[in-house]
């Protein structure tokens, strides 16, 4: 049993309500999940040639501003970095692969939980409200997110477990469920030489959507493929730079309800944590059908 919340705002005055939004929602959710919590956050794109990579450095001290002049040495790039911390946001001009792989070879304590232009990833273990606390996120501002509190039931509780989980640029997904076969999506996936960071299995329906969006599908027509392909039982609530996105499986097993109004669209997996928002009295509430997908654009 884990407990997503997802958070859309249509109206741009609400842009920097987001996080103090969705703090309640998360804090919410934590019966369903005490072990670990995280979100993405998709704020205003940075330049054409710039990306951000999310990073973490778990229970290993960093002093983040040594690590941008290193950094710096190998790419003389335009470049910043933001610490929240133990967690950070690296800005720079340089190839985000390449910034990777110097990660790895340089500093192997650092884990890269994010890339892209708009997405933002903290993640951690602990209780959702220490977590929010620890990470600021009341403080957060962007146009949509997507959080996750987790109780573990097939894999370690880690913050590397924790869920968001990404992969490619800019996307991300949390789940509610189980599946059954992550083992058989993997067996797929890495003969095509796409790389695992866990034995969780929401990490294996992660990356089989991004290999067939890099495939050319759009969001909701790799989702409809996942329906022959994952088997179990979910909601998976999935963001893009520009979309949010909900989809449960044949049975429906896994609560979830969505609120939409003029100014927002929210989403969680009980209809607590979204009771505190700007005029839900008003908003139009539903529970996604199975295997219908329910998407939304900035």
Request: charged share 20%; aromatic share 8%.
């Amino acid at each position: 049993m884990c407990g997503i919340v997802g958070l859309l705002v249509k109206n741009p005055a609400l842009r920097n309500q987001l996080g103090a939004l969705m703090v309640p929602m998360l804090v919410g959710m934590t019966e369903r999940g005490p072990d670990s919590a995280g979100l993405a956050v998709y704020t205003t794109p940075v330049g054409a040639r710039q990306h951000k990579l999310s990073l973490y450095s778990g229970e290993t001290a960093v002093d983040w501003s040594e690590l941008l002049n290193r950094i710096a040495v190998d790419f003389p790039h335009a470049q910043e970095i933001s610490a929240h911390g133990n967690h950070a946001v690296l800005t720079s001009a340089a190839e985000p692969d390449e910034l990777n792989e110097w990660l790895t070879r340089n500093a192997p304590s650092i884990a890269v939980l994010s890339v892209g232009r708009s997405i933002d990833l903290y993640k951690d273990v602990g209780a959702p409200a220490a977590i929010a606390e620890r990470y600021d996120f009341k403080s957060l501002h962007g146009s949509h997110l997507v959080g996750h509190t987790r109780m573990a039931t097939e894999s370690a509780v880690t913050p590397a477990h924790a869920h968001p989980f990404t992969a490619g640029r800019d996307f991300c997904l949390v789940h509610n469920g189980s599946l059954s076969n992550p083992h058989l999506v993997r067996k797929r996936l890495e003969p095509l030489g796409i790389e695992f960071e866990t034995d969780n299995d929401t990490e294996a329906a992660c990356r089989f959507f991004e290999w067939r969006l890099r495939e050319g599908d759009d969001l909701k027509t790799a989702v409809q493929r996942g329906f022959s392909e994952l088997d179990g039982f979910y909601t998976f609530l999935m963001g893009t730079d520009s979309e949010l996105l909900i989809v449960r499986d044949a049975f429906a097993c896994k609560p979830a309800v969505v609120a939409e109004t003029d100014d927002y669209v929210a989403i969680a997996s009980e209809f607590r944590s979204l009771a505190h928002l700007p005029h839900i009295a008003h908003a139009t509430l539903f529970e996604p059908k199975p295997e219908e997908i329910y998407s939304w654009r900035i």
